[in-house]
């Protein structure tokens, strides 16, 4: 069986971080394993409190893992400090780590701040010369491009000097108004759209989280990046099609919507 480690936050309501990335890759057929950077107190309205992991604590959960189950890919999502991003990417280097997935997590999606300023910069010079792909949103590209992103071209523009900067491919998500719901994957000097089904759903919590480890997983599986990306967007638009709605604001999704079988029957 095919394995996937998540390095990023715990969210104590479960619809992102680890909790969402352990979802997901189950969903998508690998063993999943987690090293958790933060303990977060936070629910589908906002994030109320988040408790940092120390570098050397991060650094044991990350050799405890790869030193019996060596992961085929790894995501990499929330990660608030400096010290902690360079524990990560010494690690994944001493490992060799392969199939590196990046999701620059740095706002919620209830709005809260999530990436100290400083550790914008760390996370440019150490985690994304390390990825073999990362996986911003509009706001996200903007901060790593250094430009304003308000047309399709823009998300074109952005995402080649991303990728050209730092040497890994990116897949520039659509959405916050600009493109609906259709992704772009820059890789080796080429371009590739992905259309997304626009799903009238409101419930958006994780939505980053899940598509970072879907693709994580179907690269541990060997899929080449571009059908890793297809399959994590149709995995993401079943898991929103299926219209799961809980919580006050902005609920999570039904990452087990293709579960069946005697052990997932619904309660009569």
Known sequence: MRTALSIAGSDSCGGAGIQADLKTMTMNGVYAMTAVTALTAQNTTGVRAIQEATPEFLGQQIDAVFEDIFPD???IGMVSASELIRVIAKKLRDYEAKHIVVDPVMVATSGSVLLKTDAVETLEKELLPLAEVVTPNIPEAEILSGMAIKTKEDMLAAAEKISKTYGCAVLLKG???INDANDYLYANGEGHWFEGKRIAN?????TGCTLSSAIASNLAKGYELPEAVKRAKDYISGALGAMLDLGKGSGPM??????????????R
């Open 202 to 206: 409101p419930n958006t919590h994780g």
């Open 73 to 75: 890919a790894v995501k």
């Open 254 to 267: 039904k990452h087990a919507f293709d579960l069946t079988g005697e052990f997932a029957k619904e309660v």
């Open 175 to 177: 959405g916050h108004s």
